[in-house]
């Protein structure tokens, strides 16, 4: 594997399940394969799950990681070609990236949408330069378009709790109902991790809809033929899994056009669910997203949810130092 964006990149998804059970039962059993050799992790904005996953899942497999804070630790980057840079950044991705890569055998890039323009972000330029100038596998640890890590931990966390329900007598149904939900927040943030879980969820065997206000459309890239149900208590009828999110607007790009209060999931959507287990990736802005007592309730799955981001990230820096 050299590179984690799409769900296309991780290839069958039973296969990949499978791989991410065993690697969570025994998840020092690949360490000669990362002996000797080093992931660096670079972050262009904070993290606290995909930093700490990421490092542990480098562990597990016996590797070095090094992580660089590139707006703390390193000289600010210039990403765009061809400017004259007399501003405050003093070296190009052009070097730096060729010269991170010439100290490491995969490297992670963290590097949000800016919102400043939507061709720049949806082309995923930051991130294709360091798949063009590294030399070496490239995953994206939530970029301007996709969150694949978030969402390969959010499926085998479906997996898991959907095989639980099933085998408690829980359900008779053959496929789980998902439910991606817009939420409301203050701040306009990107569409990285509704787009990757719609990716995900498209390509898995599961029946899911996307519910949001009118405006809120995701780019039909990534939802493809997602059924969209504008009304939220419709959507969340029979579901067994409410995914919450906030997003900015994808047409109207980077806005923010609701800030619609009524869509904090609470016990009133909660209600008309099959007993739906609630997720979200984190960091989650409580009383916004959702409500205290959905979140504390024994439904609740985020803390499960987060411990799988290091048997995602695990699964993937395996099959990239399998293929070294
Ligand atoms: N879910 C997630 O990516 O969390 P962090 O932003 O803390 O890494």
Not at 56 to 78: C, F, Q, R, T, Y
Not at 173 to 189: E, S
Not at 215 to 243: R, T, V
Request: charged residues 25%; neutral net charge; proline residues 5%.
């Amino acid at each position: 594997m050299r590179k984690f964006f799409n769900v296309q990149d991780i290839g069958d998804l039973d296969k990949a399940l499978k791989e991410a059970a065993e690697v969570k039962a025994t998840p020092f059993a690949w360490q000669h394969l990362g002996k000797n050799r080093t992931i660096i992790l670079i972050f262009f904005n904070s993290s606290l799950r995909t930093r700490l996953s990421s490092q542990k899942a480098a562990m597990n497999l016996g590797m070095n990681s090094i992580v660089l804070n590139v707006n703390g630790d390193s000289w600010k980057l210039e990403t765009e070609m061809g400017v004259v840079m007399d501003g405050d950044k003093p070296e190009h991705l052009r070097e730096a990236i060729p010269v991170i890569g010439s100290y490491c055998d995969i490297i992670g890039v963290r590097s949000f949408a800016r919102f400043e323009s939507k061709e720049f972000d949806y082309g995923e330029t930051i991130l294709r330069q360091f798949v063009e100038y590294s030399g070496k596998p490239v995953i994206s640890l939530e970029s301007a378009t996709v969150h694949p890590c978030q969402a390969f931990a959010d499926l085998i966390t479906i997996d898991e709790y959907w095989k639980k329900k099933v085998s408690e007598g829980k359900t008779s149904k053959k496929r789980p109902k998902v439910v991606l939900t817009w939420a409301p927040h203050p701040n306009a943030l990107p569409q990285a991790v509704p787009n990757s879980f719609a990716q995900w969820m498209n390509a898995a065997d599961v029946d899911f809809v996307i519910t949001h206000p009118h405006g809120y459309e995701l780019d039909p890239a990534f939802s493809g033929n997602a059924p969209i149900e504008y009304d939220q208590m419709k959507a969340f009828e029979g579901a067994d899994f409410i995914y919450a999110k906030n997003w900015s607007s994808y047409t109207e790009y980077g806005k923010i056009l609701s800030k619609d209060r009524s869509w904090t999931v609470s016990s009133r959507q909660m209600a008309v669910t099959d007993d739906a287990f609630f997720m979200h990736c984190l960091p989650v802005r409580r009383n916004m997203i959702v409500s205290d007592e959905v979140i504390d309730a024994p439904t609740s799955i985020v803390i499960p949810e987060a411990a799988n981001r290091v048997v995602s990230a695990q699964v993937v820096m395996k099959r990239m130092l399998e293929s070294l």
